[in-house]
Structures are given as structure tokens and as C-alpha cells.
């Protein structure tokens, strides 16, 4: 007896590219949209958030198995509501034309740069912050005036689907449009056409991203991550570094792209830091398992890729310390202890790949010179923290080093500034996005020469032995010849 061979049925992505023609011909439609419908926008942004804040903050605690309302708040509500605030009182600003100088070549005449909506914006949306990370380039996009595509992270499905059903209610689907499905979905939106894309994510995904966007000469602006480092200066109170890197650590149980990835502590110190941030992690997390502030590993896959870290290292001869101050087991929930690595090595697992999650590694160092240099020699991160009162040595490191972002005796809080770029550099993404370099980045800076009545260009057009011509290379040659040097 025969057997008839089932052929996979190929999925229609069509709907997508439908979408986004759509979209264009609205734009097409008003190019330019005035300060105050961008207002509006927002406003209407700002409404949605408002109104389904308790929704919101359940499906995003659903989606990780546990998450406090205090974290989606702090880090995801509270940011974007403040980051439209920001963008609302300045569009107006923003999208004056802004006069520039006249070069004598150009004389007589005006010379200005006016900032025009690029289009359409694609928006992809990872899972740790699948609200915050969604909408707050979308804020930037709706006050350059565009229109915005958004894929929601397939890994928080509840999430997604909110986002989804609140956007489509209150906006027309060719102003923004929300997009679920799992990663094949993904993949055939990033192909799009679109006037810019937004991409957050792993740097190895991010990669492919650009790839697929440089088929149409998409320009992008890649959010991704990498090992971002702390250093602590042996001058800076051991158990103040602890308590603030504690904070900023369990926020999302490490699962942010601008968490500590690693401690460089000076080497005397390593033990008494390790102790200062167990005392401070109990003190914050008393128990884990039921605690409804520590938040959960957001899936399966994602837990076991950090038990495999751990497992790496222990192998090759690290010091593991749990942090577990109730002495709970785990089974059966993606609850995942803080944990310290020590004396690790260059092919662990732990010093080779982001950790995005609660382990937290301490490496010894000498001097700030190694210290420095231990970070130059890695990829550039995302985010550079360091601890230290004095200002010259803290500008000093700055100067040294290179990162997206960095924070002084503290972290991650660069993130929520409105008034401030956000983004990375090389290995851990391009371009940025916040506030104005948000409009910015969702503009076209076109430049404009206006000229008069007046046809001055026949004064100097061929033939080149005119007088005019004459003179004005005199004066030219009299202007650059008598420039301090």
C-alpha cells in the first residue's frame, strides 16, 4: 500500500507586505503631518498605556511566570509615560527649520535644514521589556510623524497579544499596526521594505537582521547588547558598590541588554565585595520562590542556557556561590538564584557569551590600567559602569573607554533619561534613538538653499573671465590665505 507524502503548507506572508502598502499610500497622503496630530498621537499612546496599565502589568507578570508590578512600573509604564511628556512639549521645537551658515559661493541666499517624517517605520520587539521596548521607539517614530509596523516578541505571547488588541482600538491600522507570530513571522517582516527598522535583540540575530535589510537599503537602528562591564575603584566603599549594583543586577533578574555582566574588582577586595553583595541581594530577595518581587526566567530554553554557564564553569574549576537566603529548591519554577562566579576563565562560557540573566561573575584586577584594558580588548558593550567618587579618574575612564552608554556609581538608569540618546556601539548596535536624537533619527535632516529674484549665478557662470568671477576668487583666496593657521 502507497503512502501519499504530506508536503508542508507554505505560509502566506502576504498580509504583511499588504500592510505596509498601506501604510505608504497614508503617508503619501499627508507627508508632513502638523505639531498637533503628532500631539494627538501621542496622546493617544499616552491613553492606552493609562487605561490598561493593570492588564499590561498581568500579562507581562504571565508571560515570565512572575514579575512585580513595581519593575513593569519602574521600567517599562512610568518610562514611556514620561518619555511622551518629554517628546510632546518639544515637537513644535523639533521640527523648525534651523537656519544655517552661507558660504560666500552661495551668496546671496538662505540656508536651512528642515526635518521631514521618514515613512514607514518597522519596529521588531524582544521579550524582556516587550512593552517599554515596543513602544518607546514608537514614541520617537510618532513624534517624527511617521507610521509604524511593530512585531511583538513571539516569547511573550500574552504581552503581545494585549499590545495588539489596545493598539488596534484606539489607532487606525495605517497609522500603527501591532503583528504577532512566532519567528517566521519575524523573519519575513524584517524583509520588508520599510523606511527605517528597529531592531532589539541578540547581536548574532541583529546580524541577520541587516542583512536582510540591506536588500533594499533599509537604514537601520539596532538595539543588541554584549558584556557590559563595572568597575569598582579600590577607593569606592565596597559595600555601597554592592548595594547598587544589587539593585540594578536583580531588576529583571538580569534579563536586560544593559545589565552588569561582569565585576572588575580590585583584587584584595574580590572576597569582601562577594560578601557585601550576598548581604545585599538577601536583604532586597529574602526568599526567592515565592517572592513575587524576583522575577522569573522567561521560558525554558532560557533557563536552561544559564544552568549550562553554571555547569561550564563549575567544571572548569570556578567558585559558584547560590544566593538563595531561604535555602529553596526550585524545581517545577523558572525561578533562577543570583549567582557569583569566581576566578573564571577566558574560555568559560560566562566570560565568553552575554549572560542576560542572574549570574554575575567577579574578576580581579590590579590596577585601573588592567582594568581598562581588560575591557578594551573585549567587543564594545552596550554599557560601562563605573564606581568611583573622584572625577578625574571617572572622566578618565570614560575617555578610555568605549561603550553605548555609561553610568557613574550607578546602573542602568542612563536608559530612562529622555533628554539623552540611547543606543550602542559596533557589536552591541547602531544608531539611537530617546528624545530629540529620537526625531532625529526618524527624520530626513534635508538641507535648503533659497535663492531671491536676483540671478547672481550669471555673474560668475562661463565664460570664467568675467569680473565677477575674477573678484570673487580674489576674495576667496584673500579669505583662506589670511586664516590664522
Known sequence: MSTIEKLPIEQDYSYLNDRLIAQQAAFLANPMPSAQQRIESLNKLKRIIINNSDAIIYSISMDFSNRSESETLLAEIFPLLDAIEYSKARIKKWMKAQKRKVPMTVMPASVSVMYQPLGVIGIVVPWNFPLF??????????????????????????????????????????????????????????????????????????????????????????????????????SFPIEEAAERIAFGKGMNAGQICVSPDYILCPRHKVNAFAQAFVKAMSRNYPNLRSNEDYTAIINARQLTRLQSYLQDAKEKGAQIITINPADETFESTRKFPMTLVLDTTADMLVEREEIFGPILPI????????????????????????????????????????????????TLSHVTVDDAPFGGIGPSGMGHYHGKEGFINFSKAKTVVRKGRINTTKFVAPPWNKPAYNLLVKLLWFKFKTLRR
Open 133 to 234: 521596548l515596543g513602544l518607546s521607539p514608537l514614541v520617537s517614530a510618532l513624534a517624527a510623524g511617521n507610521r509604524a509596523m511593530i512585531k511583538m516578541s513571539e516569547f511573550a505571547p500574552r504581552t503581545a497579544d494585549l499590545v495588539k488588541d489596545i493598539i488596534d482600538r484606539e489607532f487606525n491600522i495605517d497609522e500603527v499596526a501591532v503583528f504577532t507570530g512566532e519567528v517566521d513571522v519575524s523573519s519575513e517582516f524584517t524583509k520588508l521594505p520599510f523606511d527605517h527598522l528597529v531592531f532589539t535583540g541578540a547581536t548574532p540575530v541583529g546580524k541577520i537582521v541587516m542583512r536582510a535589510a540591506a536588500e533594499h537599503l533599509t537604514p537601520v537602528t539596532l538595539e543588541l547588547g554584549g558584556k557590559s562591564p563595572t568597575i569598582i575603584h579600590e
Open 363 to 410: 574578576k580581579a584586577y590590579d590596577s585601573l590600567d588592567e582594568a581598562i584594558q581588560y575591557v578594551n580588548h573585549g567587543l564594545r558593550p552596550l554599557a560601562l559602569y563605573y564606581f568611583d567618587w573622584d572625577k578625574q579618574r571617572s572622566d578618565e575612564v570614560l575617555a578610555r573607554t568605549h561603550s553605548g552608554g555609561a553610568c557613574i556609581n550607578d
